[in-house]
């Protein structure tokens, strides 16, 4: 496996950080996940649009233009021959001191991981998950808001724990206010007398998935609203789906002991996921085009450096994004 760090490709073993890196010493950074299905990157430009909204939030500036970014990770896909994956890109605070000032770390670290990774839930996208309602509480926006995808999963992680503990297999936050949330990695909803509905986006991550369901489900005619929903909406629920990138469309069918619905999958949820599939058949960003028909000059000028780096035989040659970003303002 090569993952790609500031401008090199290295095998894992010798894909490392510094300890003095913002983001492992603080969680300050911001990340990524992303999936590739046949040959095409789906919902790049999305991704990296919010990767770059996230890091604008928290005053981090990438080092990497979008399109650049956009090239480093089709040819991590391409070095790894990953036509179906799983990508990780991360942008982080980088080295610095002890302190938090975040003035000390002058150079970000960028990081990009893909890997293969099937189906996360396994069997349970038939047999539907359990959720646990936890206690822990979604951090509020007014705090840090659920839509800077941070490096700092505490939050999510607590929830995590929680659910865990409790024998489920997703947790379901609500807000500081009762509303309910998210899960601890995926947007939800709940369907009801044939209409969808789901909260709004300030109280959780703005799911690049959801964007699409949401688009899935207006083209199949299935009415959807965003809207508050408490605990109640949960338990009474005909159906409830959570949806992300690494979960995809998946069924809950047990939360907090109450069967929503019928205990299966319902018609709404095996609609959403069926159609949800093809449209990550079809569409997306390829990985394999043509440098040629790069669109800018960036993206064709970067992709040209990789091709060199690619026949260089010194790895420390092969230094793509982070020369073709200097200069840059
Ligand atoms: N909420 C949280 C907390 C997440 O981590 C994720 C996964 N990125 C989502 C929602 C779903 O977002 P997306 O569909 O963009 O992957």
Redesign the pocket.
Known sequence: MLIYIDGKFLPADQAKISVFDHGFLYGDGVFE?IRAYNGRVFRLKE?ID?LFDSAKTIDLKPPLSKEEMAEVICEVLRRNDLDNAYIRPIISRGHGDLGLDPRKCPKPTVVVIATSWGAMYGDLYDKGLKAITVSVRRNPAEALP?NV?SLNYLN?ILAKIEANYKGGDEAIFFDTNGYVS??????LYVVKNGEILTPLTLN??R????MVVLEIAKSLGIPVRETNLGYFDLYSADEVIC????AEVAPITWIDGRVIGNGRPGPVTRQLMAAFRVVTEKEGYPIHRKVIGAKSSVARKTAAKIAAAKTAKSPAKRNVARKSGKGRK
């Open positions: 996940g991704h919010r659920p995808k999510n998210e899960g601890s990695g995926d947007n959780n991550l799911g690049i998935t959801r949806t992300g990138t690494a």
